[in-house]
Structures are given as structure tokens and as C-alpha cells.
């Protein structure tokens, strides 16, 4: 099993990139973020959610690991995901009763990957076994990295 919405995950990782660069730009940003319903005084929180982002997506590309990266809190998590929804709702008009209807595939995969991740974080047992749980390359060819190194030194 592969990590499901990566590239949905990936596109809401570009988005919160946009978001800090609107913070940077104070002639045009500063209004597209107050129209995405964002307060200028939450730059922190939009940087901590960026980082559980990039968690998730270093943890399908076999970087995460327990001695090396901090796992986000299930509260950051939430309020990632329910921001993007909150942003997918007003901007797109993307809602649960029409997200299989709605004309970008983009914008459904977004929405159902924020919904996805908002269900798997709530569940304690899937958080405890972060980054493990996401990590199923390795479990499936575990000598994968000892195979890899051989061939690169002869």
C-alpha cells in the first residue's frame, strides 16, 4: 500500500507555499489572504502546518524517520486539514454534498485527501505508528537500501 492523495498532499504543500509568499508580498498578497479568509498574525501556524505537511510527504519518500524528523501533533494536523477544506469550500465552492461533481479532478483530490488525513489523524493507533504506517516501501523490499548500496560501489 502506497500513501494515499500524495499528490494531493504535494499540491496542498505548494499551496501553503503560496500562502508565505502572500505574507511577503504586502501590495497584492496581503488582500488575496484576507479574501482566503487567513489573519496576517498567523504566520507561525501556517508554517507549523506546512511542516506537518512536508512530515507526510518525507515519510512516502522514505526520509521520515523517528531518529530524524519531529512528528507533527494531531492538533497542527487537523488545523492544516481543516484550513485547506475551509479554503476549498469558500474559493472553490467544493463541498461534501458536491465534491465528486465539481469540474476540477484537482480540487476533488485535494478535498478528499484533507478528508482522508482529518479521519486517519483522529485515529490514535494510525498516529502512534507514524511514520512507520506511511513507510511501506521499506517494509515490502526491505533489502532494497542494502541491494542499492552493492550495486553503487562496483
Not at 17 to 43: A, Q, R, S, V, Y
Not at 55 to 77: H, R, T
Request: hydrophobic share 35%; net charge positive.
Amino acid at each position: 500500500m502506497k500513501m494515499k492523495y500524495f499528490q494531493a498532499i504535494a499540491d496542498i504543500r505548494n499551496h501553503y507555499d503560496d500562502i508565505l509568499w502572500h505574507f511577503e508580498n504586502p501590495k497584492f498578497g496581503h488582500m488575496l489572504l484576507d479574501t482566503w479568509g487567513i489573519n496576517l498574525k498567523e504566520i507561525e501556524e501556517i508554517k507549523e502546518e506546512r511542516e506537518a505537511l512536508r512530515y507526510l510527504l518525507d515519510c512516502q519518500l522514505m526520509m521520515a524517520k523517528k531518529e530524524n524528523s519531529k512528528k507533527p501533533s494531531v492538533e497542527i494536523a487537523n488545523r492544516c486539514f481543516n484550513r485547506h477544506l475551509a479554503f476549498l469550500e469558500k474559493i472553490h465552492g467544493c463541498h461534501a454534498y458536491n465534491v465528486n461533481q465539481h469540474r476540477s479532478t484537482l480540487v476533488q483530490k485535494q478535498y478528499k485527501g484533507c478528508r482522508h488525513y482529518l479521519f486517519k489523524f483522529s485515529l490514535p493507533a494510525w498516529y502512534a505508528k507514524l511514520p512507520e504506517e506511511i513507510l511501506t516501501f521499506e517494509k515490502k523490499y526491505p533489502d532494497f537500501e542494502a541491494k542499492r548500496s552493492v550495486h553503487l560501489y562496483e
